[in-house]
């Protein structure tokens, strides 16, 4: 009797955007036994940590730090700077500038949403508009996400911030760089962004639990104004601590920290703009193979223009409810887990089965990203999903440099 091989035994493969691949070597360093937080060398790494996560956010200015997620920093960017009552807008590309703009509206903010759709950055016109028409300078702040995972849309903050300023509107600029800070170019200061928050879970390679809150001298004279914020999330002792446990608030997530400072090591001896330009050739081998399958089939990827499209995460359609098929297929049959289609429609709407996603974001190389496609291929060939020939190639030449 003849058995159907078994192709998932390997080393699993997630290529979902997040919590992403950890480098063994990040592992490594959290796998020890408790530390003291008290005194030694937990406490004396802090200075060269920020000092490196800086460095990675280009920014001089100043970073909080908090146990928590993605929706941690989004409340406390919130709760140091716009009162309850007070008013931002939400410039919207994808599901997660809804997921802050309801954080917002859960803190008695007033949220304001210019809403672009899923597949287009953001139209800077009508944000310029907008501001312009805020003669009074209602808006606190401008909650722009700068990669929205769901949509895989990149949005220009550099423009975004040359509209606040042609229009003369003081508000905070606020990023969202959780999806995309070590993986598509950002500068912090370069660019004008008094607000920038980001987790550990992505590009930083570590696992999730930890998150930032950088912020500039505009932002710190928001949090001067504020009548009222919580101990908790309050910046500015994390940010200027007298003691270590100020940084967290209390005991500091011991073994995070150790994986952190592996990760910050990898990504500086790498060197930041070497890390920017492996994720863009990569980006672009996913590009020319998705290119290649939608030639003749019915996959797209959602970004029609590659100016928009993230480094970090590729979001595709595939006819209803193929893409979840495939999903199911690379997971049980290779040990590979494509991301879902978050957001893309509402939960429990077949429509939902119509989309995937692919993180390609911090611990992956040429081989994983050229596996991941394969593994693709493989599985669009076994469902008998129609695909143009030809992905494998095209991906390969980009990988090249051709
Ligand atoms: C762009 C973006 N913002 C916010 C979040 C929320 O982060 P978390 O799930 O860690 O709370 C995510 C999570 O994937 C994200 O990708």
Redesign the pocket.
Known sequence: MTQKPNLSAGRDYLAI??PSVMPDAVLQAMHRAAPNIYAGELPDMMPDLIADLKRVARTKHDVAIYIG????T?EAALANTVAPGETVLVPATGR?AH??ADMATGLGIKTEMLDFGQSAPMDMARIGDRLRADTDHKIKAVLA?H???STSVRNDIAALRAVMDEAGHPALLMA?C??SLGCDVFEMDGWGVDVMIT?C?KGLMVP?GVGFVFFNDKAAGARARMSRVSRYWDWVPRAAPEEFFQYWNGTAPTHHVYGLRKALDLIHAEGMEAVWQRHGVLARAIWAACEAWGGQGKLALNVADPAHRSHAVTSLRLESPQATALRDWTQKELGLTLGIGLGMAPPGDPAWHGFFRLGHMGHVNGHMIMGLLGGIEAGLTALDIDHGKGALEAAAQAIAGR
């Open positions: 955007p997040g997620n993605g929706h941690a989004w997660f997921g802050w996400v990669v929205d995972t969202d959780i999806a987790g879970q999730p």
